[in-house]
């Protein structure tokens, strides 16, 4: 069953990897550089800025770098754990793969792109959303935006971001509710 699941996984990577072109591997590489989200981030610091203070501003980004910091250690672990080798070094997928990425890395099971695009996604979309109520919609396309690139580049199956995704979303729920509680207990008491 899990050798069918990994084939089926494959052949979806195959097919969304072949999807790219050299006209666009200049925008996707873009797109999954670590820091091309900075302005995003910047605009969502200052939102919230704007909506909570300073007091919560602070408090606000020691959660965040938390949430990022989580997700990225415990991706690691999986990597690790598993030790799945990515697209762009496996045997009898690499000839076959469009990779474009500058490095392909070790292994990719689960995508830490994906994790933190999502965590961050889910995260600031709900603290933000009952002053900006379609902000979180714009947060997830941009999420599952980052996410497909590192499918485009050649680095991940879609099971990697799959995962990847799902634990971001968890594990951005979680501290947004962690965030909600210590606002109301040290900010707003």
């Given amino acids: 069953m899990l050798d069918q699941i990994l084939q089926y996984d494959k052949e979806l990577f195959l097919y969304l ?7 666009w591997d200049n925008l996707w590489l873009a797109i999954t550089y670590l820091y091309s989200s900075t302005p995003l981030y910047a ?9 909570f203070g300073w007091k919560a501003l602070l408090l606000i ?8 910091a989580f997700t ?3 991706t690691n672990i999986f990597k690790d754990a598993f030790q799945r080798p990515r697209p762009c070094a496996a045997e009898g997928i690499i000839d076959l793969t469009r ?15 994906a994790s933190n695009s999502m965590s961050t996604a889910i995260f600031a979309g709900l603290l933000l959303r009952p002053y900006y109520k379609n902000l979180i919609y ?17 680095v991940h199956y879609p099971l990697d971001i799959l995962c990847g995704l799902t634990f971001g979303a968890l594990s951005g729920f979680g501290f947004y509710k962690l965030c ?4 109301k207990r040290f900010i707003s008491a």
């Fill in 180 to 183: 909600k509680y210590l606002i």
């Fill in 17 to 23: 990897n072949n999807w790219g072109s050299e006209y």
């Fill in 61 to 68: 980004v020691v959660i965040f770098a938390g949430v990022i």
């Fill in 138 to 154: 714009f947060l997830l396309i941009w999420s599952l935006v980052v996410a497909y690139s590192r499918i485009y580049v050649g």
């Fill in 72 to 74: 990225d250690q415990i």
């Fill in 99 to 113: 990779f474009v990425a500058p490095r392909c890395g070790n292994y990719g099971f689960f995508s830490g792109h």
């Fill in 43 to 51: 605009a969502l610091l200052f939102l919230i800025y704007k909506k």
